[in-house]
């Protein structure tokens, strides 16, 4: 198949670019929501990240629409996503042991969820932000007022 022959059901500023990473991975609209709203079901169900998002997140359908803008944006460079991840995550009481366990939850899901270069593509992405967030988390925990560093 073709990225000329791919249809896309999701907007992006990157026409191209979105169908090529659409046919080279497997990904679609369709398996991104697939993925976030199973990985998320697997967030919500640990015991260690599970209390986390519950404290914080009260509209989850909400939550749910802008992690699959957020993928989108990530693995297909679709454009839709607009937010700021690293201040959203600075003041959270988390450390090592809860991205480690993020991105396990975060790699099983893709290698269920995705076709194997899917789930590559993925998780590559997945272990680049966690590790900048995690720094950035660092950062902020050990002078709150300095802006976040994302490299060390």
Request: glycine residues 4%; charged residues 15%.
């Amino acid at each position: 198949m073709s990225s000329a022959t791919v249809s896309l059901s999701i907007p992006t500023t990157r026409p191209e670019v979105t169908a090529a990473l659409m046919v080279e991975t497997g990904l679609s609209p369709d398996v991104l929501r697939d993925l976030v709203h199973r990985f998320y079901g697997c967030v919500r169900a640990d015991a260690v990240l599970g209390p986390i998002f519950a404290a914080r997140i009260t509209d989850w359908a909400v939550h749910l629409e802008r992690m699959v803008t957020f993928w989108s944006s990530v693995a297909l460079m679709t454009g839709q996503y607009h937010g700021r991840p690293v201040p959203a995550h600075t003041p959270l009481p988390i450390n090592a042991a809860h991205f480690d366990r993020w991105l396990a939850l975060f790699r099983a899901t893709a290698v269920d969820t995705c076709t194997p270069a899917g789930a590559l593509h993925l998780i590559e992405r997945a272990e680049r932000i966690a590790h900048s967030l995690h720094i950035a988390v660092q950062s902020a925990q050990s002078d709150p007022v300095a802006p976040p560093k994302l490299f060390f």
